[in-house]
């Protein structure tokens, strides 16, 4: 089983920044690849960013150039730095990790409007 603790969601204007964070309970070592997936209403939900094991990152093109995910081994926990948000990022955002199975968190809202 992975647990994974999500904060640093909420309300910013259009061209602000946002960090979210992703705790897991386990070492990201052990974790093929985690993840930030996001939903907004009426969407289906999407990967936005990921990084595996050894530290190879991946991005939806809507998000290249102003996101970044990264990790702090030390702490099990995944970040992912959003800048120049857009009011069409808004959405929840989920953690995933891929073990042998596929965990989620809870979700975190981000909302950006001015």
């Known amino acids: 089983q992975v647990q994974l603790v999500e904060s640093g969601g909420g309300l910013v204007q259009p061209g602000g920044s946002l960090r979210l964070s992703c705790a897991a309970s386990?070492?990201?070592?052990?974790?093929?690849?985690m993840g930030w997936y996001r939903q907004a209403p009426g969407k289906q939900r999407e990967l936005v960013a990921s990084?595996?094991?050894?530290?190879?990152?991946n991005y939806v093109e809507s998000v290249k150039g102003r996101f970044t995910i990264s990790r702090d081994t030390a702490k099990n926990t995944v970040y992912l730095q959003m800048n120049s948000l857009k009011p069409e990022d808004t959405a929840i955002y989920y953690c995933?990790?891929?073990?042998?199975?596929?965990?989620w968190g809870q979700g975190t809202q981000v909302t950006v409007s001015s």
């Open positions: 995933n990790a891929r073990r042998i199975s596929i965990y």
């Open positions: 386990i070492s990201v070592f052990t974790i093929a690849s």
């Open positions: 990084i595996t094991s050894v530290g190879a990152t």
